[in-house]
Nanobody, 123 residues
Framework: QVRLVESGGGLVQAGGSLRLSCAAS????????MGWFRQAPGKERETVAG????????YYADSVKGRFTISRDNAKNTVYLQMNSLKPEDTAVYFC????????????????WGQGTQVTVSS
């Protein structure tokens, strides 16, 4: 069983940066991909970015391309989300998740989820 714990959320002004981390633990952690998702109040959870664990291929939602970067450290079982040029519309609870199969841009393929970390961007 995989346990995912997010950290790094907080309050930041528009234009600022935050780095989210997601540490995974479990007996045999070898996912196909890891992803970051977000959910704003009253909205559906949406895919932000994904990365395949083995090759490091990445996917980004159009809304974050050029501003966010997903990366992973296989030795530490940790995935990161560097968020730059933050906008008020990026305000949401951010979740990391692990999937055992692709396609990794589909949130339905993810079956292990963290509890989320709040990101608030003030204008």
């Amino acid at each position: 069983q995989v346990r995912l714990v997010e950290s790094g959320g907080g309050l930041v002004q528009a234009g600022g940066s935050l780095r989210l981390s997601c540490a995974a633990s479990g007996r045999t952690f070898n996912p196909y991909a890891m992803g970051w998702f977000r959910q704003a109040p009253g909205k559906e959870r949406e895919t932000v970015a994904g990365i395949t664990w083995s090759s490091g291929s990445t996917y980004y939602a159009d809304s974050v391309k050029g501003r966010f970067t997903i990366s992973r450290d296989n030795a530490k079982n940790t995935v990161y989300l560097q968020m730059n040029s933050l906008k008020p519309e990026d305000t949401a609870v951010y979740f990391c998740a692990a999937s055992r199969s692709g396609p990794y841009y589909m949130k339905e393929r993810y079956d292990s989820w963290g509890q989320g970390t709040q990101v608030t961007v003030s204008s």
